[in-house]
Nanobody, 126 residues
Framework: QVQPVESGGDSVQTGGSLRLRCSLG????????MAWFRQEPGKERKGVAA???????TYAESVKGRFTISRDSATNGLTLQMDNLKPEDSAMYYC????????????????????WGQGTQVTVSP
């Protein structure tokens, strides 16, 4: 498996919570970064949250305090806990990984990631 596989997306009301999960597939050794991006129709893909192999995390300002990213090294999985969801969080969510990067570089550079999954849709109604 090369492409990540995302799951957990759903339709919820404002204030609700969702937990997104990602199976990253192939294992990358050494210094690595993993990230969640989201994309609305007709708009650019934007970084939401990222984590690196040293445990550092970086969040987009719009989700700070509401979203939490975590990784499972044993399964090479990635999770995004989303609380207090807002309609503006509605988007397709994707997870990615790469080598030689920090969480800060990962969240701002979607172009560095070669393999993208199909994504999982999150819809938040008013």
């Amino acid at each position: 498996q090369v492409q990540p596989v995302e799951s957990g997306g759903d339709s919820v009301q404002t204030g609700g919570s969702l937990r997104l999960r990602c199976s990253l597939g192939r294992v990358i050794y050494g210094i690595t970064c993993m990230a969640w991006f989201r994309q609305e129709p007709g708009k650019e893909r934007k970084g939401v949250a990222a984590i690196d192999s040293s445990g550092g995390t970086t969040y987009a300002e719009s989700v700070k305090g509401r979203f939490t990213i975590s990784r499972d090294s044993a399964t090479n999985g990635l999770t995004l806990q989303m609380d207090n969801l807002k309609p503006e969080d509605s988007a397709m969510y994707y997870c990615v990984q790469d080598r030689g990067c920090s969480s800060r570089t990962a969240i701002n550079d979607p172009g560095r990631f070669r393999y993208w999954g199909q994504g999982t849709q999150v819809t938040v109604s008013p």
